[in-house]
């Protein structure tokens, strides 16, 4: 399966504007062929702490623009969404993978940043998902759950690919490509890492997006400018490889 990673930039606090400008860069992945299209986390509105503007309900203009967006060009497509559900305190920081048929999966931030003050906003998920993505097992993760290899490790079984959406600050994007290189290497997987581009909040990102295969290597990379990054990803491939190299069986 081909899967997009797309490094975009994002108008501060602005859905439509980034609708507008994100709609026709997912019709030309599905048109290079890519069946699942990975955005950043936040993709509609940026990094923002502000949950009071920007909070959506289930089901709200962002899911239903993933929603809409997928079915229109027939594949999947995800990023995070600050979403507040009925009878919850806070929001989540909830990453939204939709189906061309109507299909909608949902897994919330496990791990708020708390450096960056989003654990005083959103509250954390509690659970992991994984979701059947035609030949594909893929793992839902954002941002800064890349430092936290456990989840990634409780899931290894039961993954072929791990998405990541973030906005992973400039400062620290030699961490960033580390750790997304580590995660594959160690659970002997792809990992698809897409952080966005430009500035927001006061801070600068500087892209830095990755396809890893399960040996480490990387398929595709980011600069810093708006990029789409498409590869080929082979469950076969990550079967071979632990066939291959056994090292998961020593894993204590």
């Known amino acids: 399966m081909k899967v997009a ?19 026709p860069m997912i019709a030309g992945a599905g048109a290079a062929g890519a069946r699942l299209v990975v955005l950043t986390e936040m993709f509609s509105y940026g990094f923002s702490l502000e949950a009071d ?3 959506e309900a289930p089901g709200g203009a962002s899911t239903r623009f993933l929603r809409q967006t997928a079915a229109r060009h027939d594949l999947w497509v995800c990023g995070s969404i600050p979403i507040l559900a009925p009878g919850d305190a806070r929001p989540c920081n909830r990453l939204i993978l939709a189906g061309p048929r109507g299909e909608l999966h949902s897994y919330a931030k496990i791990h708020p940043f708390r450096y960056g003050n989003e654990h005083l906003v959103y509250d954390p998920g509690d659970k992991t998902v994984t979701v059947q993505v035609e030949d594909l097992r893929v793992s839902l993760f954002v941002c800064y759950d890349l430092r936290f290899a456990t989840e990634f490790w409780s ?12 906005n992973w600050p400039r400062p620290r994007r030699a961490h960033w490509q580390a750790l997304l290189v580590a995660r594959a290497v160690e659970n002997q997987a792809y990992v698809v890492g897409v ?8 801070l600068d990102y500087a892209g830095d997006s990755r396809i890893v295969d399960p040996m480490g290597e990387l398929l595709a990379a980011g600069a810093e400018v708006e990029a789409t990054l498409i590869a080929e990803v082979d469950p076969a491939r990550v079967t071979e490889t632990r066939e291959r190299f056994p090292f998961l069986q020593d894993r204590l």
């Not at 797309?6 to 439509?16: A, F, N, T």
């Open 53 to 55: 503007r920007i909070t």
């Open 5 to 23: 990673a797309l490094q975009h930039d994002i108008v501060w606090e602005d859905r439509e504007a980034n609708f507008a400008h994100l709609e």
């Open 155 to 166: 899931l290894t079984h039961d993954t072929d690919l791990y998405i990541v959406p973030a």
């Open 195 to 202: 952080n966005r581009v430009g500035s927001g909040g006061g």
